[in-house]
């Protein structure tokens, strides 16, 4: 099973991107779903995580105030509003469902994951 991340791309700084992250039927089910991101040479990190209704989210101290992680509908797809971007947002930024219905924060949590879309942000 494979999540589809979709939505990355180049843009300078100071802008703005939407990332989008969908799964089969019944994957998201009852369980958070969270974004991560790797840049070459570097572990995969936490962005942020929503629950599976919308109702919690979490996000790493770095990207907070500048990204949304939001969800049109309980269990639908997952989306991830960028603004004020900065170079060192350039990464891979991948999705993935949780294990539970939590939004936990390291990888360990998360089941299944999507292949990633590239972001690149320029100065």
């Known amino acids: 099973v494979q999540l589809q991340a979709s939505g990355g791309g180049l843009v300078q700084a100071g802008g703005s991107l939407r990332l989008s992250c969908a799964a089969p039927?019944?994957?998201?089910?009852?369980?958070?779903v969270g974004w991560f991101r790797q840049s070459p040479g570097k572990e995969r990190e936490f962005v942020a995580a929503?629950?599976?209704?919308?109702?919690?989210?979490d996000y790493a101290d770095p990207v907070k105030g500048r990204f949304t992680i939001s969800r049109d509908r309980p269990k639908g797809p997952v989306y991830l509003q960028m603004d004020s971007l900065r170079p060192e947002d350039t990464a891979v930024y991948y999705c993935?469902?949780?294990?539970?219905?939590?939004?936990?924060?390291?990888?360990?949590?998360?089941?299944?994951w999507g292949q990633g879309t590239q972001v690149t942000v320029s100065s």
């Open positions: 039927r019944g994957i998201f089910s009852n369980n958070g």
């Open positions: 929503i629950d599976w209704n919308g109702g919690n989210t």
């Open positions: 993935a469902a949780a294990r539970s219905s939590g939004i936990p924060t390291t990888t360990r949590g998360y089941r299944y």
